[in-house]
């Protein structure tokens, strides 16, 4: 997953090394990891959107700008989740993060 700016300051978000929280669900049949990234300078939210197509070809989608306060439920959620990379995981945050 590659850097991607912030549409708040411009600001290189990522490498995956600082994301805050992410987790692998499936949607729709296709694999997709989440990853949320925080800009402290905007004290807004970046979403990363990675889909990896069961019908082959990869799509990254960026969301965002997004208040401090909407994601801090959904980070905090997906930290409880033991293992985030496991779409398989039958957690409390798989099962709600996943419908979305
Ligand atoms: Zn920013
Ligand atoms: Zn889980």
């Not at 990896?52 to 905090?76: H, K, L, N, W």
Request: hydrophobic share 30%; aromatic share 12%.
């Amino acid at each position: 997953m590659d850097p991607f700016p912030c549409r708040g300051c411009s600001a290189e978000l990522g490498p995956s090394t600082r994301r805050k929280a992410f987790i692998s669900v499936f949607a729709q049949g296709d694999e997709e990891t989440r990853s949320w990234y925080f800009c402290e300078p905007c004290r807004v939210w970046m979403i990363e959107e990675y889909t990896d197509r069961f019908m082959g070809g990869d799509s990254v989608r960026v969301q965002g700008p997004f208040p401090e306060t909407a994601c801090i439920d959904d980070v905090a959620l997906a930290k409880t989740c033991p293992d985030p990379g496991d779409k398989w995981c039958e957690c409390p945050a798989h099962q709600q993060l996943g419908n979305m």
